[in-house]
Protein backbone atom coordinates (compact mmCIF):
# COMPACT_ATOMS: atom_id res chain seq x y z
CA UNK A 1 0.00 0.00 0.00
CA UNK A 2 1.46 3.62 -1.23
CA UNK A 3 1.26 6.51 0.76
CA UNK A 4 -1.51 7.99 -1.43
CA UNK A 5 -3.94 4.69 -0.72
CA UNK A 6 -3.00 5.43 3.24
CA UNK A 7 -3.79 8.94 3.15
CA UNK A 8 -7.25 8.02 1.02
CA UNK A 9 -7.99 5.42 3.56
CA UNK A 10 -7.12 7.94 6.51
CA UNK A 11 -9.50 10.74 5.29
CA UNK A 12 -12.69 7.93 4.60
CA UNK A 13 -12.52 7.41 8.95
CA UNK A 14 -15.19 9.66 10.12
CA UNK A 15 -13.10 9.83 13.19
CA UNK A 16 -10.21 10.32 11.84
CA UNK A 17 -8.55 14.31 12.83
CA UNK A 18 -7.89 16.51 9.73
CA UNK A 19 -5.16 15.71 8.07
CA UNK A 20 -3.58 19.64 8.73
CA UNK A 21 -4.36 19.27 12.10
CA UNK A 22 -1.93 19.41 15.22
CA UNK A 23 -3.44 15.58 16.35
CA UNK A 24 -2.06 13.92 13.03
CA UNK A 25 0.74 15.34 13.33
CA UNK A 26 1.79 15.45 16.58
CA UNK A 27 3.38 11.80 16.80
CA UNK A 28 6.54 12.38 14.92
CA UNK A 29 6.93 16.10 15.59
CA UNK A 30 7.16 15.75 19.17
CA UNK A 31 9.88 13.47 18.82
CA UNK A 32 11.69 15.54 16.22
CA UNK A 33 10.96 18.68 18.49
CA UNK A 34 12.55 16.96 22.06
CA UNK A 35 15.67 15.48 19.84
CA UNK A 36 15.93 19.48 18.41
CA UNK A 37 16.12 20.82 21.80
CA UNK A 38 18.20 17.97 23.07
CA UNK A 39 20.77 18.72 20.31
CA UNK A 40 20.65 22.45 21.02
CA UNK A 41 21.31 21.89 24.64
CA UNK A 42 24.34 20.07 23.84
CA UNK A 43 25.48 22.67 22.16
CA UNK A 44 24.67 25.49 23.90
CA UNK A 45 25.18 24.12 27.87
CA UNK A 46 28.34 23.53 27.59
CA UNK A 47 29.78 26.44 26.37
CA UNK A 48 27.46 28.37 29.49
CA UNK A 49 29.09 25.91 31.62
CA UNK A 50 32.26 26.88 30.35
CA UNK A 51 31.50 30.20 31.26
CA UNK A 52 30.46 29.49 34.28
CA UNK A 53 33.52 26.94 35.45
CA UNK A 54 35.98 30.49 34.76
CA UNK A 55 35.09 31.58 38.01
CA UNK A 56 34.67 28.32 40.11
CA UNK A 57 37.67 28.10 42.28
CA UNK A 58 38.54 24.58 41.80
CA UNK A 59 36.99 24.45 37.36
CA UNK A 60 38.57 20.81 37.02
CA UNK A 61 36.05 19.17 39.74
CA UNK A 62 33.18 19.90 37.92
CA UNK A 63 31.78 22.22 40.49
CA UNK A 64 31.10 25.92 40.46
CA UNK A 65 31.65 26.54 43.87
CA UNK A 66 33.46 28.58 45.43
CA UNK A 67 33.18 31.25 42.87
CA UNK A 68 36.43 33.42 42.34
CA UNK A 69 38.29 35.39 39.93
CA UNK A 70 41.47 34.28 40.72
CA UNK A 71 41.94 32.58 37.15
CA UNK A 72 41.27 36.02 35.27
CA UNK A 73 43.66 37.46 37.42
CA UNK A 74 46.63 35.29 37.09
CA UNK A 75 45.10 35.54 32.94
CA UNK A 76 45.97 38.97 33.13
CA UNK A 77 48.92 38.61 35.20
CA UNK A 78 50.13 36.57 32.48
CA UNK A 79 51.22 38.61 29.44
CA UNK A 80 52.19 35.81 27.24
CA UNK A 81 48.81 35.28 24.99
CA UNK A 82 48.73 38.83 24.59
CA UNK A 83 50.87 38.84 21.44
CA UNK A 84 49.47 35.96 20.22
CA UNK A 85 45.47 37.18 20.72
CA UNK A 86 46.50 40.75 18.87
CA UNK A 87 48.10 38.72 16.06
CA UNK A 88 45.22 36.45 15.58
CA UNK A 89 42.77 39.11 15.37
CA UNK A 90 44.94 40.53 13.04
CA UNK A 91 45.20 37.63 10.82
CA UNK A 92 41.44 37.68 10.90
CA UNK A 93 40.93 41.01 10.26
CA UNK A 94 43.03 40.72 6.92
CA UNK A 95 41.18 37.35 5.61
CA UNK A 96 37.80 38.60 6.13
CA UNK A 97 38.67 41.80 4.43
CA UNK A 98 40.43 39.73 1.62
CA UNK A 99 37.85 37.05 1.21
CA UNK A 100 34.59 39.09 1.32
CA UNK A 101 36.15 41.63 -1.72
CA UNK A 102 37.43 38.43 -3.40
CA UNK A 103 34.29 36.68 -3.17
CA UNK A 104 32.71 39.55 -3.86
CA UNK A 105 34.30 39.60 -7.13
CA UNK A 106 33.83 36.19 -8.44
CA UNK A 107 30.80 35.99 -7.01
CA UNK A 108 29.38 38.44 -9.75
CA UNK A 109 31.19 36.64 -12.30
CA UNK A 110 30.39 33.10 -12.19
CA UNK A 111 26.35 33.37 -12.62
CA UNK A 112 27.55 34.58 -16.02
CA UNK A 113 30.22 31.97 -16.99
CA UNK A 114 28.90 28.92 -19.67
CA UNK A 115 30.78 26.55 -16.98
CA UNK A 116 29.00 27.92 -13.98
CA UNK A 117 28.56 24.71 -12.10
CA UNK A 118 31.82 23.30 -12.90
CA UNK A 119 33.82 26.42 -11.60
CA UNK A 120 31.83 26.27 -8.32
CA UNK A 121 32.61 22.83 -7.64
CA UNK A 122 35.82 23.50 -8.46
CA UNK A 123 36.31 26.32 -6.07
CA UNK A 124 33.91 24.46 -3.08
CA UNK A 125 36.74 21.31 -3.01
CA UNK A 126 39.07 22.86 -0.98
CA UNK A 127 35.78 22.78 1.84
CA UNK A 128 36.58 18.50 1.35
CA UNK A 129 39.88 18.37 2.02
CA UNK A 130 40.99 17.33 5.33
CA UNK A 131 42.95 20.63 7.18
CA UNK A 132 45.74 18.66 8.33
CA UNK A 133 46.21 17.14 4.85
CA UNK A 134 45.83 20.66 3.35
CA UNK A 135 48.18 22.53 5.77
CA UNK A 136 51.06 19.55 4.63
CA UNK A 137 50.55 20.43 1.39
CA UNK A 138 50.77 24.03 1.56
CA UNK A 139 53.72 23.11 3.66
CA UNK A 140 55.64 21.24 1.60
CA UNK A 141 55.08 23.77 -1.75
CA UNK A 142 56.19 26.81 0.35
CA UNK A 143 59.21 25.98 2.69
CA UNK A 144 60.68 22.41 0.66
CA UNK A 145 59.59 23.81 -2.73
CA UNK A 146 59.77 27.18 -2.99
CA UNK A 147 62.78 27.65 0.27
CA UNK A 148 60.07 30.30 1.56
CA UNK A 149 60.72 31.21 5.24
CA UNK A 150 57.19 30.57 6.86
CA UNK A 151 55.42 32.60 9.94
CA UNK A 152 52.35 35.14 9.97
CA UNK A 153 52.44 35.91 6.29
CA UNK A 154 51.61 31.74 5.50
CA UNK A 155 49.31 31.49 8.20
CA UNK A 156 47.32 34.09 6.72
CA UNK A 157 47.75 33.04 2.98
CA UNK A 158 46.49 29.24 4.73
CA UNK A 159 43.29 30.59 5.90
CA UNK A 160 42.43 32.62 2.84
CA UNK A 161 42.18 29.58 1.11
CA UNK A 162 40.49 27.87 3.57
CA UNK A 163 37.82 30.67 4.45
CA UNK A 164 37.25 31.77 0.58
CA UNK A 165 34.95 28.66 -0.55
CA UNK A 166 32.52 29.68 2.79
CA UNK A 167 32.82 33.45 1.61
CA UNK A 168 32.28 32.22 -2.09
CA UNK A 169 28.83 30.44 -0.97
CA UNK A 170 27.60 33.16 1.05
CA UNK A 171 27.81 35.58 -1.86
CA UNK A 172 26.30 33.18 -4.46
CA UNK A 173 23.06 33.06 -2.39
CA UNK A 174 22.37 36.66 -3.39
CA UNK A 175 24.54 37.21 -6.63
CA UNK A 176 22.15 34.29 -8.38
CA UNK A 177 18.89 35.84 -7.50
CA UNK A 178 19.80 38.82 -8.51
CA UNK A 179 18.02 40.52 -11.17
CA UNK A 180 20.04 41.46 -13.91
CA UNK A 181 17.45 43.60 -15.53
CA UNK A 182 18.31 45.81 -12.90
CA UNK A 183 21.77 46.64 -14.63
CA UNK A 184 19.96 46.54 -17.78
CA UNK A 185 18.43 49.27 -17.37
CA UNK A 186 20.92 51.59 -15.16
CA UNK A 187 23.20 51.31 -18.65
CA UNK A 188 20.20 52.32 -20.81
CA UNK A 189 20.40 55.28 -18.79
CA UNK A 190 23.74 55.73 -18.92
CA UNK A 191 25.21 55.11 -15.53
CA UNK A 192 28.52 53.60 -15.58
CA UNK A 193 30.05 50.69 -14.35
CA UNK A 194 31.12 52.01 -11.06
CA UNK A 195 27.76 53.72 -10.45
CA UNK A 196 25.55 50.45 -11.25
CA UNK A 197 27.74 48.05 -8.77
CA UNK A 198 27.25 51.00 -5.98
CA UNK A 199 24.40 52.06 -6.42
CA UNK A 200 22.27 49.57 -7.02
CA UNK A 201 24.04 46.27 -6.81
CA UNK A 202 26.03 47.10 -3.27
CA UNK A 203 23.22 47.56 -1.61
CA UNK A 204 21.56 43.92 -2.26
CA UNK A 205 24.90 42.35 -1.82
CA UNK A 206 25.91 44.10 0.88
CA UNK A 207 24.22 41.31 3.45
CA UNK A 208 26.48 38.89 1.95
CA UNK A 209 29.60 40.67 1.35
CA UNK A 210 29.14 41.72 5.20
CA UNK A 211 28.78 38.16 6.08
CA UNK A 212 31.34 36.66 4.06
CA UNK A 213 33.74 39.00 5.66
CA UNK A 214 32.41 37.94 9.19
CA UNK A 215 32.50 34.13 8.35
CA UNK A 216 36.46 34.66 7.25
CA UNK A 217 37.10 36.32 10.40
CA UNK A 218 35.41 33.66 11.99
CA UNK A 219 36.80 31.03 10.88
CA UNK A 220 40.76 32.83 11.08
CA UNK A 221 40.49 33.44 14.16
CA UNK A 222 39.84 30.01 15.38
CA UNK A 223 42.06 28.01 12.59
CA UNK A 224 44.53 25.60 13.91
CA UNK A 225 44.83 22.35 11.62
CA UNK A 226 46.37 24.16 9.26
CA UNK A 227 48.13 27.37 11.09
CA UNK A 228 50.36 24.29 12.83
CA UNK A 229 52.01 23.51 9.33
CA UNK A 230 52.27 26.82 8.28
CA UNK A 231 53.44 28.85 11.38
CA UNK A 232 57.46 28.36 11.45
CA UNK A 233 58.34 29.41 14.61
CA UNK A 234 55.41 32.40 14.80
CA UNK A 235 52.47 31.65 17.32
CA UNK A 236 48.99 32.59 17.33
CA UNK A 237 46.18 32.71 19.71
CA UNK A 238 44.83 28.85 18.88
CA UNK A 239 48.16 27.48 18.93
CA UNK A 240 49.17 29.30 22.09
CA UNK A 241 46.16 27.94 23.58
CA UNK A 242 46.55 24.61 22.19
CA UNK A 243 49.75 24.30 23.36
CA UNK A 244 49.25 25.34 27.26
CA UNK A 245 46.19 23.36 27.30
CA UNK A 246 48.14 20.28 26.11
CA UNK A 247 51.84 20.93 27.93
CA UNK A 248 50.77 21.82 31.09
CA UNK A 249 47.79 21.01 33.62
CA UNK A 250 48.00 23.60 35.92
CA UNK A 251 47.23 26.12 32.82
CA UNK A 252 43.98 24.76 32.48
CA UNK A 253 41.83 27.05 34.68
CA UNK A 254 43.33 30.20 33.21
CA UNK A 255 42.47 28.17 29.52
CA UNK A 256 39.02 28.50 30.71
CA UNK A 257 38.91 32.12 31.68
CA UNK A 258 40.96 32.88 27.86
CA UNK A 259 37.94 31.09 26.26
CA UNK A 260 35.66 32.96 27.79
CA UNK A 261 36.86 35.72 26.56
CA UNK A 262 36.86 34.20 23.13
CA UNK A 263 32.97 33.26 23.05
CA UNK A 264 32.97 37.15 24.30
CA UNK A 265 34.25 37.93 20.96
CA UNK A 266 32.99 35.66 18.50
CA UNK A 267 29.17 34.99 19.61
CA UNK A 268 28.34 38.69 18.92
CA UNK A 269 29.96 38.15 15.51
CA UNK A 270 27.86 35.08 15.09
CA UNK A 271 24.85 36.85 15.89
CA UNK A 272 25.29 39.48 13.83
CA UNK A 273 26.26 36.69 10.57
CA UNK A 274 23.17 34.73 11.60
CA UNK A 275 20.87 38.44 11.54
CA UNK A 276 22.60 38.82 8.17
CA UNK A 277 22.07 35.89 6.67
CA UNK A 278 18.48 34.88 7.77
CA UNK A 279 16.85 38.43 8.58
CA UNK A 280 18.26 40.81 5.74
CA UNK A 281 18.85 38.51 2.81
CA UNK A 282 15.20 37.43 3.76
CA UNK A 283 14.23 40.92 2.84
CA UNK A 284 16.83 41.37 -0.44
Known sequence: MN??????????????????SWSYWRGWPAMAKWGGFILLGLIY????????????????SGLPFP?????????????????????????????????????????????HSRRAGSLVLLTMLPLFIPGMSMGAAEFIFLRPMLGLTLGFWSIFIGHVIWAF???????????????????????????????????????????????????GFLLSFNEVQRSVFLRGTSTTMPIWNWTMASSQ??????????????????????AGLFWL????MDKN
Open 165 to 215: PFSLLIVLVLTTRFDQRLIEAAADLGASGWRVFWDIEMPILRPGIVGAGIF
Open 277 to 280: LFVR
Open 45 to 60: FPLLWLAVMSVSEQPL
Open 249 to 270: QSQVPIIFSLETIVLAVVLPLL
Open 67 to 111: LTGAHYAALFDQPDWLGPFGISILIALGVGAVTACSATLVGRALP
Open 3 to 20: ASSLRIAHMQRPDAPPAG
